[in-house]
């Protein structure tokens, strides 16, 4: 059965630039769950939480993860997901990423996945110190799901996805 890689981790961690380079370089297929929300729902995740709030977010985020993880279930190719920050905190999801056995958290500073994903159109970015409560809430939730946690401080994405690609290569030994 072919494998299925699946990035979590706060906003600005490079999720959707490690997966995607990842991808790339395996030759696998790649999907961001936030464009896949947005095209499922014809809209920006800013305006499905300006719109509809964030409940309708997070049902539509439950409904496209779980179809991507099956489609990549069935897929007799390999598969790199890459999830929005808070996938983790939709109950749905987070008993599916139980199961799965390549779940890896990109860790990254506060300051710096600010910096990245703050003051933009993130819905949940907007200010630095409901950033900082978020990401503190939640970095218990993302190591109780991760098998695996790559340090990304100071790496460039070839570096990160490189420490993936060697998680990988790890688990297929198996
Ligand atoms: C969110 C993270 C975002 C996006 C939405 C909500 C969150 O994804 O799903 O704005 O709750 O942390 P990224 O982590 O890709 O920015």
Redo the contacts with the bound molecule.
């Keep these: 059965m072919a494998s299925t890689v699946i990035l979590i981790g706060?906003?600005g961690t490079g999720?959707?630039a490690v997966g995607s380079y990842l991808a790339r370089g395996l030759g696998w297929n790649f999907f961001d769950a936030?464009i896949q929300i947005e095209k499922r729902m014809g809209m920006p995740?800013a305006e499905v939480f300006e719109k509809h709030g964030e409940d309708t977010f997070r049902t539509a985020e439950a409904a496209v993860v779980t179809g991507l993880l099956d489609k990549a279930a069935s897929s007799r190719e390999g598969t790199v997901v890459s999830l929005?920050?808070?996938a983790v905190t939709v109950p749905e999801i987070a008993r599916r990423l139980r199961h799965e056995p390549l779940v890896i958290m990109l860790d990254e500073d506060l300051e710096t996945a600010f910096k990245r994903?703050g003051g933009g159109t993130?819905?949940?970015a907007g200010d630095l110190d409901s950033f900082r409560r978020?990401f503190e809430d939640r970095q218990e939730l993302y190591r109780q799901l991760a098998g695996y946690v790559i340090d990304t401080r100071g790496k460039e994405i070839r570096e990160v996805s490189d420490a993936v690609a060697m998680i990988i290569g790890a688990g297929e030994g198996d």
Excluded: Q
């Design positions: 706060f906003m999720k959707s936030d995740v929005g920050g808070g994903a993130r819905p949940l978020l």
